[in-house]
């Protein structure tokens, strides 16, 4: 069966296993808490932790399907942290 491009591309897409960040945190999670704490006036630091292809990537796949190559890459190009307040910050 031929398919078009953009079909071959998602279903090429589809097979991509990517999940999701480990965030890293300052201050440190307590584990006995069960959950993550901040503190009222200390700043709180976040990144991405042990980023890595399927995580953050670049993640790159190359297959022939229906008559097509593609190529398709997958990467995060920035991370959007949701406070749990209805705030949020975006970092690029």
């Known amino acids: 069966r031929v398919l ?3 079909a071959a591309a998602q279903q090429l ?18 584990p006995q808490w069960g959950h993550r704490r901040g503190y009222v006036g200390v700043p709180i630091w976040l ?3 042990n980023p890595e292809p ?6 790159t796949e190359t297959a022939t399907l229906g008559g097509q190559t593609i190529t398709a890459t ?3 190009t ?3 942290w949701q406070m749990g307040d209805g705030a949020s910050t975006t970092c690029g």
């Open 13 to 30: 897409i589809s097979t991509f296993q990517l999940r999701g960040i480990d965030i890293g945190m300052a201050p440190e999670v307590n």
């Open 4 to 6: 078009t491009p953009g």
């Open 47 to 49: 990144w991405v932790n």
């Open 78 to 80: 920035s991370v959007r």
């Open 74 to 76: 997958a990467q995060a």
């Open 54 to 59: 399927l995580t953050w990537g670049p993640y």
